[in-house]
């Protein structure tokens, strides 16, 4: 039923790098970005991982698309393998190489933000002050978080250094981490809290390491770091917007909190950019700015129409991915035009892999690794290994 080839794969990589162009220009309007984020986040994070993880074609239901004869040769150029491997005797592909490199990058930047949050968590634990169970902290965690549980899991933490109010997470614990030169008010204090408990209730710091996951995983694409800015814009407008709706008076102190904030971000501005290189929490001077400006700035037109198409679109371009596969040529076109290149049972022998590769042999040299017969001739002999191979050739 499911058959997995490099043409799936490769259908696989080329539906989900779409999906993430289409969710990034829906980010793009900031009507729908605050009111439809978090859905819409949901959904395409969904269609992206299925995509990634079932990278398969159907068979009998799925579709040949073949390319252009100019792009099948570019195709056959970076897929079939022609670099040899010294002392292993085995011959790779273009593809290959950048598979390797892609694994690999991921690897190194998945085991860095591992590595980075624990450097982070240690720093903090080091050289920060924990003051949970100050009564005017105890007294602000019990107003605003009403889950006994999870009150047990969130610390304060102070710092003597330069730093903007944050939230990170170690393991299952949560630490809100406050610097001690940053002068707040009581009411100050209490929307800052209720800003990053707010996060942690609603799960964003997970939203923010699943987005961080898929970003590694195509590192090689630049849209997703601009995507990855966009959530994480979201995530903060989205608590702001829900703190400033309640009343007047608490959206006045919220914004005039988060002005000042801003202005102690750039007093410290130089000494943040130092201290950021040692730390996960990414410091990014214009943010403050940009949160403030816009949730001041009058509402957009809310286009429902516009995001309603792109998410059709963007489930009929995953289920078409399925029932329809582009298809390059194994082969050479000018190979299978000359005689003295022309397949044919008589100068053609096979041998099937033990993974469902097959290895060719033209006129008894090695010509190249396919993983379909499609291309070739039904009547090609077909051995288990080269020595059966060799030894049913000479007879």
Same mark, same amino acid.
């Given at each position: 039923?499911?058959?997995?080839?490099?043409?799936?794969?490769? /259908?696989?990589?080329?539906?989900?790098?779409?999906?993430?162009? %289409?969710?990034?220009?829906?980010?793009?309007?900031?009507?729908?970005?605050?009111?439809?984020?978090?859905?819409?986040?949901?959904?395409?994070?969904?269609?992206?991982?299925?995509?990634?993880?079932?990278?398969?074609?159907?068979?009998?239901?799925?579709?040949?698309?073949?390319?252009?004869e100019?792009?099948?040769?570019? %195709?056959?150029?970076?897929?079939?393998?022609?670099?040899?491997?010294?002392?292993?005797?085995?011959?790779?592909?273009?593809w290959h190489?950048?598979?390797v490199?892609?694994?690999?990058?991921?690897?190194?930047?998945?085991?860095?933000?591992?590595?980075?949050?624990?450097?982070?968590?240690?720093?903090?634990?080091?050289?920060g002050?924990?003051?949970?169970?100050?009564?005017?902290?105890v007294?602000?965690?019990?107003?605003?978080?009403?889950?006994?549980?999870?009150?047990?899991?969130i610390?304060v933490?102070?710092?003597?250094?330069?730093?903007i109010?944050?939230?990170?997470?170690?393991?299952?614990?949560?630490?809100?981490?406050?610097?001690?030169?940053?002068?707040?008010?009581?009411?100050?204090?209490?929307?800052?809290?209720?800003?990053?408990?707010?996060h942690?209730?609603?799960?964003?710091?997970?939203?923010?390491?699943?987005?961080?996951?898929?970003?590694?995983?195509?590192w090689?694409?630049?849209?997703?770091?601009?995507?990855?800015?966009? %959530?994480?814009?979201?995530?903060?407008?989205?608590?702001?917007?829900?703190?400033?709706?309640?009343?007047?008076?608490?959206?006045?102190?919220?914004?005039?909190?988060?002005?000042?904030i801003a202005?102690?971000?750039?007093?410290?501005?130089?000494?943040?950019?130092?201290?950021?290189?040692? /730390?996960?929490?990414?410091?990014?001077?214009?943010?403050?700015?940009k949160?403030?400006a816009?949730?001041?700035?009058?509402?957009?037109?809310?286009?429902?129409?516009?995001?309603?198409?792109?998410?059709?679109?963007a489930?009929?371009?995953?289920?078409l991915?399925?029932?329809f596969?582009?298809?390059?040529?194994?082969?050479?076109?000018?190979? /299978?035009?000359?005689?003295?290149?022309?397949?044919?049972?008589?100068?053609?022998?096979?041998?099937?892999?033990?993974?469902?590769?097959?290895?060719?042999?033209?006129?008894?040299?090695?010509?190249?690794?396919?993983?379909?017969?499609?291309?070739?001739?039904?009547?090609?002999?077909?051995?288990?290994?080269?020595?059966?191979?060799?030894?049913?050739?000479?007879?």
């Amino acid at each position: 039923m499911l058959n997995f080839s490099l043409s799936s794969v490769i /259908m696989a990589v080329l539906t989900s790098n779409l999906l993430i162009v %289409i969710l990034s220009v829906i980010f793009l309007n900031r009507s729908i970005l605050y009111k439809f984020g978090l859905p819409l986040l949901g959904i395409f994070g969904v269609l992206i991982t299925l995509r990634m993880l079932m990278p398969f074609e159907l068979n009998n239901i799925t579709q040949n698309i073949y390319f252009p004869e100019r792009l099948s040769k570019a %195709i056959v150029f970076i897929c079939h393998p022609r670099i040899q491997i010294p002392f292993f005797g085995r011959t790779i592909s273009i593809w290959h190489i950048f598979t390797v490199v892609w694994i690999i990058g991921f690897l190194i930047l998945l085991f860095h933000y591992i590595y980075i949050n624990h450097k982070t968590y240690v720093f903090f634990s080091t050289y920060g002050a924990d003051v949970t169970k100050r009564p005017e902290y105890v007294h602000i965690i019990d107003t605003i978080c009403k889950n006994e549980e999870l009150k047990k899991k969130i610390s304060v933490i102070k710092l003597p250094f330069p730093q903007i109010p944050s939230v990170i997470r170690h393991h299952s614990h949560y630490y809100i981490v406050i610097p001690n030169k940053l002068t707040l008010s009581n009411e100050e204090t209490m929307l800052v809290f209720r800003h990053e408990i707010t996060h942690i209730i609603n799960h964003d710091l997970i939203y923010k390491f699943i987005v961080q996951i898929k970003c590694y995983f195509y590192w090689w694409n630049p849209l997703c770091i601009f995507l990855k800015r966009r %959530i994480n814009m979201f995530l903060e407008l989205r608590i702001d917007l829900s703190i400033i709706s309640e009343d007047a008076k608490q959206a006045q102190d919220y914004l005039d909190c988060l002005l000042k904030i801003a202005k102690y971000n750039l007093k410290i501005k130089k000494n943040m950019q130092l201290l950021s290189r040692v /730390m996960l929490i990414p410091i990014n001077s214009s943010e403050l700015k940009k949160r403030f400006a816009y949730i001041t700035q009058e509402e957009e037109k809310n286009n429902k129409a516009l995001c309603g198409f792109l998410l059709a679109s963007a489930c009929t371009l995953c289920i078409l991915s399925y029932l329809f596969i582009f298809e390059g040529s194994y082969m050479y076109p000018e190979h /299978m035009s000359k005689g003295e290149y022309s397949i044919t049972p008589e100068n053609t022998f096979i041998i099937q892999n033990k993974d469902n590769t097959y290895d060719i042999y033209f006129k008894g040299e090695f010509f190249e690794t396919v993983n379909s017969l499609e291309y070739y001739p039904e009547d090609c002999k077909i051995y288990l290994s080269l020595e059966e191979a060799l030894k049913n050739e000479k007879e």
